[in-house]
């Protein structure tokens, strides 16, 4: 399989597409993001990782709580609003309806099907272009439009967003594939 | 719209499906790995979470290297048996075609379309049931069939897997939405 190199790239196949919410200068403020990823499970722990320049940056340090809102495909114009504009420039604050859940300072996105709130546990700098952003999840909220018949969030209902570069595109859930922890099973029989 | 909470998860939809590679006794290893998410833009970083029990921790730790490899959807069966059995237990050295980059210690897999070179910056340790291996990326390879017209990663042609907890199943990726940075601007000029 002949293979070319690209160089360093900050590229993942696919990202998904969330809302960071923070209380900057007292009022709600949300910002797109795609570089997002779970960093534990128990205690479980998730990483955001913003440019260093971003307005929503003191606000998360002042606070020292933030949330992660995971939008619908349907929200795709305001999420991509809210990745273009800075909340210095332009008031985000009601582009969303905002709620609060136990850690009062965490603005989470109500029209947003899942709202992970998040007390701050670390920021880590590294010195290059981005703040990382180390948060204990506290919480999780759902939409009960988008709870399963177990009462947990589904993924299908939730229609996510994802995100790809460098063609910096956005695309929705496709088809059910297989289900994991199961499909590799014969595989793994084979072998013993 | 009404809420309900179901307590701290470890859950983002979706997550990405990648195979973690590392040399472990002298030997390419893959683990399967969902907790992963890109941690800097300039210069790259990926985070890589994974079970402080797993067998590829001290492999990544003796070298201070690692490939982060992206899966097409056509290779489920072999990548959901890598997160099924460790190599503690199987030899999972011959599951893949294994190629090295500059780095000369860190697998990887010809088959996965995208494959990242990565020499680990730290391993943070909140105490939890997790190690988060941070990598600064050195190197992306990425098949020839799947470059698009300029050269780039294509992520159609990638067809990569995606991963949603708790009914832990493998999703294709969907249909193309909507340009970044682009379908939001309407909203951004009505706002000023």
């Known amino acids: 399989m002949k293979k070319t190199t690209i160089g360093p790239k900050s590229y993942l196949y696919p990202m998904p597409v969330v809302l960071v919410g923070a209380n900057v200068g007292g009022k709600p403020n949300y910002m797109t993001l795609a570089y997002c990823g779970i960093a534990q499970m128990r205690p479980p722990m998730i990483l955001c990782t ?48 905002t709620f609060y859940g136990q850690l009062e300072t965490a603005p989470m996105v109500e029209e947003c099907p899942v709202n992970i709130e998040c007390r701050l546990r670390d920021v880590l700098d590294y010195e290059g272009t981005n703040e990382l952003f180390l948060g204990d999840i506290v919480e999780v909220h759902v939409s009960d439009a988008c709870l399963d018949i177990k009462g947990m969030p589904d993924v299908k209902k939730i229609d996510p967003l994802l995100f790809s570069q460098p063609d910096n595109n956005y695309w929705k859930l496709g088809e059910l594939l297989a289900p994991a922890w199961r499909v590799g099973r014969e595989m793994a029989s084979k072998e013993e």
Chains 1, 2 share one sequence.
């Open 50 to 97: 913003l440019g260093r320049t971003h307005y929503t940056n003191a606000g998360i340090k002042e606070n020292r709580t933030f949330s992660v809102n995971i939008p619908s495909a349907d929200m795709v114009i305001p999420v991509d609003y809210c990745g273009l504009v800075s909340g210095e420039k332009q008031d985000k604050s009601s582009v969303f309806t």
